[in-house]
RNA sequence: GGGCGGCUAGCUCAGUCAGGUUAGAGCGUCACAUUGACAUUGUGAAGGUCACAGGUUCAAUUCCUGUGUCGCCCACCA
């Protein structure tokens, strides 16, 4: 430091560290040690040490525990500001707030992530290491994730309670998951079923539709008969899996085909007998194509329908590996995509096949390995969304204990009647409609990290015994289900496995449900959802009362970040260069809530140069206020009460912005008063004041001032923690922490 | 195919889901000033037919209808 002390120092009477500029960095991590070991993130702490009386009301929330597959990117860092805001907003307003932080073993994109490495690495699969070792090196895996995770939460200042910290493949949330699953079961809400399901065959397990990811691909699409005698020609796109075809379907109405329905003919495809039924279904679309579908029912959803309905056979003729499984030498053995090619020069061949054409499809890919959907008929676990069961429960309005509902109805139930609002509201449109057109779920996967099934088989001479439970029952040779649950099925259970149901504890009776969650609208049905729907089941109540949802934080021209566009940013380099305190601003500002955040450097530059205003403005006050005495008595000027009646409208309307989620409004206005009321005026027109005035007004000024800052520096506090904690740490006589100082009240 | 959202200054967005004087902010640009809280500064300026077209109204960026355009979600017309 070159600093000349020759100039006369106004500064004299301020602490050694306010003379510097700020520096985040210098400054953070101490902070947040330092609200660490006050306990203040813990509601129970808050309550010992009256900062919440133990009858004050609630506020709790559960942190959306990100995967641990990796590091936090943007959209956490948003997240992560958007809720601690709202929480230690709460907080100084002396409710009893717990925001309960966490992890997800996200066990698909977990395990598939830690394939890709060792397949990278050592040129091994999990086969080659075997169930057990594997899982070592994915527990391994998680675990480092999960130590950066947590730290990245803390250096974003996130105010979460860590004595509460679960993980979605804990003890304790095995117990749930495992409960959850054996009610359902015992209610018929979940049954094992022979159906056809989304297959992927590259990562070797079942997928829920809502992991699906449709793609849009060139295709050709093939208009052709089985045999020269076949009366009707039928078009498809994947003629290798006509040789799983049982019948054909028409519209009942199409006079075309009229005459054929009903009959059935034995055709060889080539070279593979197939026994062909007509059959007349209103599903078909007689404009389309030539009117007629072939009916494969092992591999097409739709097709599985029509043979439920219509009561035909199912030949499975293409295996987990996607290859076919016919006795046909030409095909047998072969990937699905030479299979194709080899019917289709048979058709050629034969002189069957009558039109060929391109068109544009959307194809199923599998939304974590990339592999492209294979239905299959499988023996899997699903939940029964339509199933109708009485409901148990008393705390949903409208519905009575004892009522014969569904899943579904309860999902919608809750929404509509208000109990859970949706912001914004639009989104609660889109979850009816999901809700609307909602299969059975899949739960059962096949894969290793995961909750296992609590299932137990065991082989007898008349076919087997099954019993659900946690534990295999007495006898010999009972074998549990080697699959693993959809990770959705226990982060379902988050807002109150948390709190340690099915355990009766305080915790679940003080703060559930919670009051608010937070989280991506792009996992609304994902997550969302399946909590409403778990929720609504076990417990008969809403898990929250308020869903705010957040968008995509994408790059400064809208793009979505992404390691191919070269555009990401990665939260730690932000916090480096600019500050927590900046990079929250920056996520908070701009962001409505619903709307995508564009985020580019400009912008979180801004606020950090915002915070260096805070910084100086605040060291002005202190040293302009040096000699402020509090028990002389204070004659305030007209212009100096309107200064305090605009602050008091300025703490009306924050306040009841943040209570009405509008975080942006509250911190753009708190940016724009700071700065260019506050300081630029305010703080102007008090130096003549505080120089040249009479002792009076030099007085009032210093009073205006100080007021002023310590009022701001509580309003600021829950968007820019670690900066308004550290100057108040400085300010003369504070001995307590900003963190629990009572949130300001207009007058 | 169905549904949803955006379109306001060069860029990113506000405009508080109850229409009304010169439509706001940040960043950027330009000019000037200042080293006595802050050059991470101050003052000032330029810059907008509020996508377009109809309609309702005394009055529309704001409400309604339609069009265009960009984007998103859902959906196995084989």
């Known amino acids: 430091m070159s600093t000349d002390n020759t100039k006369p120092s106004p500064t004299r009477n301020i602490p050694e560290e306010l003379l510097s500029p700020y520096d985040p960095t210098a400054t953070e991590e101490a902070i947040y040690t330092t609200w660490k070991e006050s306990g203040f993130f813990n509601p129970d702490i808050c309550i010992e040490k009256g900062i919440a009386e133990p009858d004050a009301p609630t506020f709790s929330m559960v942190l959306p525990p990100p995967n641990v597959t990796g590091v936090l990117h943007m959209g956490h860092a948003a997240m992560l500001a958007v809720e601690d805001i709202l929480t230690r907003f709460e907080r100084m307003r002396g409710k009893r707030t717990l925001w309960l932080p966490g992890s997800d073993h996200a066990a698909i994109a977990t395990q598939s992530k830690v394939e890709k490495e060792l397949q990278k690495k050592e040129k091994k699969n999990r086969h080659d290491l075997g169930r057990e070792a594997f899982l070592e090196r994915v527990h391994a895996f998680a675990q480092d994730s999960h130590d950066n995770i947590v730290d990245q939460i803390a250096k974003m200042g996130a105010s979460v309670d860590w004595s509460r910290e679960a993980f979605t493949l804990d003890e304790a949330r095995g117990k749930a998951v495992n409960e959850a699953f054996i009610r359902m079961y015992n209610d018929g809400l979940i049954y094992r079923g022979y159906r056809v399901v989304n297959w992927d065959p590259k990562g070797q397990t079942t997928i829920s539709d809502d992991e699906i990811v449709h793609e849009e691909r060139q295709a050709s699409v093939y208009t052709f008969r089985y045999g020269k005698d076949f009366p009707i020609p039928i078009a498809t796109t994947r003629p290798e899996t006509k040789v799983g075809d049982t019948a054909v379907a028409v519209h009942p109405d199409d006079a075309r085909y009229s005459a054929f329905v009903g009959k059935e003919y034995d055709v060889t495809f080539c070279g593979v007998p197939l026994h062909i039924r007509i059959i007349a279904d209103k599903d078909v679309d007689p404009e389309y194509g030539t009117g007629a579908v072939g009916v494969t029912p092992a591999h097409s959803m739709v097709d599985f329908a029509m043979k439920e309905r219509h009561d035909l056979p199912m030949i499975q003729v293409i295996n987990e590996y996607g290859k076919m499984d016919v006795g046909e030498p030409r095909l047998k053995g072969k990937k699905t995509t030479d299979a194709r090619e080899e019917i289709v020069s048979w058709l050629k061949e034969e002189n069957l096949l009558e039109k060929e054409e391109e068109i544009t499809q959307n194809i199923s890919t599998a939304e974590r390995t990339g592999g492209i959907i294979e239905p299959l008929p499988k023996l899997q676990w699903f939940v029964n969304v339509n199933k109708e069961f009485p409901f148990q429960g008393h705390n949903i309005k409208g519905i009575a204990h004892g009522e014969i509902v569904t899943l579904k109805k309860l999902m919608h139930e809750v929404v509509e009647n208000g109990q859970t609002t949706i912001m914004p509201e639009r989104f609660a449109k889109t979850y009816n409609h999901w809700i609307d057109n909602l299969n059975d779920w899949c739960i059962s996967r096949q894969i290793w990290y995961g909750h296992r099934i609590p299932v137990w088989y065991k082989k007898t001479e008349d076919g087997g015994d099954i019993h659900v439970g946690t534990e295999a029952p007495e006898g010999e040779n009972w074998q549990q289900d080697p699959d693993t649950l959809d990770t959705w099925f226990s982060s379902g259970l988050w807002t109150f496995s948390t709190l340690g149901w099915p355990e009766e504890t305080d915790d679940f009776n003080i703060y559930h449900p ?234």
């Open 514 to 747: 919670t009051t608010i969650l937070e989280t991506g609208y792009d996992i609304i049905f994902f997550w969302v959802a399946r909590m409403i729907l778990m929720t609504t089941y076990l417990i008969g109540d809403i898990p929250f009362k308020y869903v705010y949802l957040h968008g995509i934080v994408r790059d400064s021209q809208g793009r979505k970040m992404s390691k191919s566009l070269g555009n990401t940013m990665d939260p730690r380099d932000a916090i480096t260069l600019y500050g927590a305190d900046a990079t929250r601003m920056s996520l908070i500002i701009g962001a409505a809530v619903g709307n995508d955040i564009n985020l580019g450097e400009d912008k979180i530059r801004a606020q950090k140069k915002f915070a260096n205003k805070i910084w100086n403005a605040s060291r002005f006050v202190m040293t302009q206020c040096a000699d402020f005495d509090a028990s002389q008595e204070t004659i305030l000027t007209k212009s100096d009460t309107e200064n305090l009646k605009e602050l008091d409208g300025l703490v009306a309307e924050i306040t009841n912005d943040i209570e009405h989620f509008r975080l942006y409004l509250a911190a753009e206005k708190l940016y724009h008063y700071f700065w260019h009321r506050f300081a630029d005026v305010i703080i102007e027109e008090s130096k003549a004041r505080i120089t040249d005035g009479t002792p009076e007004d030099k007085h009032a000024a210093q009073y205006i001032l100080s007021t002023i800052l310590t009022t701001t520096l509580k309003l600021l506090h829950p968007f820019m923690p670690f900066i308004t904690e550290k100057i108040w740490s400085l300010m003369p006589g504070h001995t307590t922490l900003l963190i629990v100082e009572k949130w300001p009240k207009g007058t």
